[in-house]
């Protein structure tokens, strides 16, 4: 969601900018631009709808000079996908660039209209930058201008400010929504995401919450929420550009979806002793024995870990587990019973509404654990304990390899917290340990059976409704697989559990609505059986995605068969999270749909 990149640089800054912004195009955006200074102190913009290639084709036309600029890439929340929309906004001598939603613009609509000041878009961060000009036409320096107006903003941030007449100055400020500032040799860089200043930089401070910087080309003066200085750590940060190349797929997804055997085996090794007898995952201060209850906080496919998790923890650990969507779990004001371990789950680790949930949790949970992707980012900070997942730099919208990292790490938590509360054995903990050992192997096994999943996702394609069921475990992936399903082939898809089929779901079953069922060989599948009977007597397509014991059992009459390796129960979530995404995948490229940046969607969404 929205891309923030800021150059105060020694050579002309548009196409500088440009590649940074490129490598943020997998949060998700709509429209982008550019605002440049000139060392004559000129201020100027340019702005495009859609695609950086828009933006780049109208700097070839019309170029924008200037070794000092500030650049954006929007994901639209106030008014639609429009060149007046697009930042950066400008107005008098500031132009400003904003991630996040500023709560109270309205009233400062109103009160700037009252005063004649004609709006040209519809954006909440033109306000910010009409409040900023208003005092410099007072008198008021850079800073003190951008430090009175920040005093007035209510809702959740990331600014950075470029002023006509300063070659040398950007002011930058943080509230609830990420910034980094980026070190170089007589240069300095902002962005709103580490992935921004690859190859720029690799010495990153992190502004805290409610941070704001005064940058020049000598470095950074950090005040904090009270105006006072403070001291940041300058962290060197390991950024692999090559991670954010397609390494010749012709996705990201496609990419990502290949490198789950290796990022769970990363998983493996983080969290397992070398011989995988052991368990290494540090949760200093957490007995699970004194653990009385689990709370659960996450969005999006975040949240079907966390279902998946809520079963194992209540049947391997015996752990009372609640799971919460984020965006509802404070506003509810849930009691925190003695003894409550609350994890929240993010792949950013700045999903705003999850991080909300955290402040909410901060005084009232025993303990905090994280499960996040970047150990940099607010939500790991913010954490008693932060897991990182080890699944690497995830561009692709849609999560692939972040959900199946999720899952194996939440396993070993739950193996973890079975044995310390003395409800698995020695014998069995070894058991479950070597069925995690085996699923690397296993994830290749299963995405060599893409051709099959290929067919069959073509027919798919087709449809206009998709129902995708699961029991037990497999429930969450029943959600999961319609999840990815809509996300990015913008079919109509629910998941149910298979035993709701007929409390309502079963309404919708004709023979034009291909039924997806997630059936491994388990205690639950010859009620599944039963169930797929159900959509069959009615003309429903099945297509069976199960192991080779299930299928036979399931008979010839289903429609389709995806034949699965044989696995673990434990561990068969993640063994099956591949064919449902797959079957998303490739009904998306027959589709013809934008696979990687999927319709209004965004990669790490710091909005509520």
Excluded at 31 to 36: E, H, L, P, W
Excluded at 60 to 79: C, E, F, M, N, Q
Excluded at 414 to 419: E, M, N, P, Q
Aim: with cysteine.
């Amino acid at each position: 969601m929205c891309g923030i990149v800021g150059v105060l640089g020694k050579h002309e800054v548009s196409p500088v900018i440009l590649e940074a912004l490129r490598r943020l195009e997998y949060r998700g955006y709509d429209s982008a631009g550019i605002a440049t200074v000139t060392e004559a102190g000129a201020l100027d913009r340019r702005r495009a709808v859609g695609k950086l290639v828009n933006l780049s084709d109208e700097l070839v036309h019309d170029p924008l000079p200037g070794k000092s600029g500030i650049g954006h890439t929007r994901w639209a929340t106030h008014g639609a996908a429009t060149t007046d929309n697009a930042h950066p906004h400008r107005n008098g001598k500031v132009a400003v660039v904003h991630n996040g939603i500023i709560e109270n613009f309205a009233a400062f609509r109103a009160e700037l209209e009252a005063e004649g000041v004609a709006f040209e878009s519809q954006t909440d961060t033109e306000t910010v930058a009409c409040l900023v000009a208003r005092r410099l036409d007072a008198g008021d320096t850079p800073a003190e201008a951008v430090q009175a107006v920040l005093a007035r903003l209510q809702g959740a941030y990331s600014l950075l400010f470029l002023f006509e007449g300063h070659a040398d100055l950007m002011i930058a400020a943080r509230k609830g929504s990420p910034l980094a500032i980026g070190h170089g040799e007589g240069e300095m860089f902002v962005g709103s995401d580490a992935i921004a200043l690859a190859n720029m930089t690799d010495r990153v401070t992190y502004l805290e919450e409610g941070d704001w910087a005064i940058i020049t080309r000598d470095g950074a003066t950090i005040h904090d929420a009270n105006g006072a200085l403070a001291n940041r750590e300058i962290r060197k940060v390991r950024m692999d550009a090559a991670r954010i190349e397609k390494a010749g797929y012709k996705h990201f997804m496609m990419k990502e979806i290949a490198e789950q055997p290796t990022v769970v085996g990363h998983v493996l090794d983080a969290y397992l002793s070398d011989d995988r007898q052991g368990i290494e995952m540090d949760l200093e201060g957490i007995d699970f024995s004194a653990v009385n209850r689990v709370s659960i906080v996450a969005c999006g496919t975040a949240y079907y870990a966390g279902l998946v998790a809520k079963y194992w923890f209540e049947h391997h650990a015996r752990l009372p587990v609640d799971i919460d969507v984020a965006s509802e779990f404070r506003y509810r004001e849930p009691p925190f019973p003695e003894g409550t371990l609350s994890i929240f789950v993010s792949q950013s680790g700045e999903t705003a509404d999850t991080l909300a949930a955290l402040r909410y949790s901060r005084d009232r949970a025993a303990h905090i654990v994280s499960l996040v992707n970047s150990s940099e980012s607010s939500i790991a900070r913010e954490s008693d304990i932060a897991l990182p997942i080890h699944a690497g730099v995830e561009v692709s919208v849609a999560s692939t390899k972040a959900f199946t990292c999720m899952l194996t790490t939440f396993a070993v938590m739950v193996i973890k917290a079975a044995t310390e509360r003395g409800v698995m054995d020695r014998d069995t903990t070894q058991a479950r340990l070597a069925d995690l050992g085996k699923l690397p192997g296993l994830m290749s096994h299963a995405i060599s059976i893409d051709g099959e999943l290929n067919r069959a996702a073509r027919k798919v394609a087709d449809a206009r409704d998709v129902l995708f069921l699961g029991r037990g475990q497999m429930f969450p992936l029943a959600l999961e697989g319609a999840l990815k399903l809509k996300e990015i082939s913008y079919l109509h898809a629910e998941g149910y559990a298979s035993g709701e089929l007929k409390h309502g779901p079963i309404a919708l079953v004709d023979k034009a609505t291909p039924t997806v069922v997630l059936a491994p060989h388990d205690p639950l599948f010859d009620k599944t059986v039963s169930n797929m009977q159900e959509v069959m007597a009615r003309g429903g397509r099945v297509l069976l995605i199960a192991d080779a014991k299930g299928i036979a059992q399931a008979g010839g009459s289903v429609w389709r068969t995806i034949t699965m390796p044989d696995a673990p129960e434990m561990i068969q979530p993640i063994l099956y999270a591949i064919p449902a995404q797959l079957l998303a995948y490739h009904a998306a490229v027959a589709k013809g749909t934008d696979v990687d940046q999927p319709r209004n969607l965004a990669k790490s969404v710091t909005v509520e």
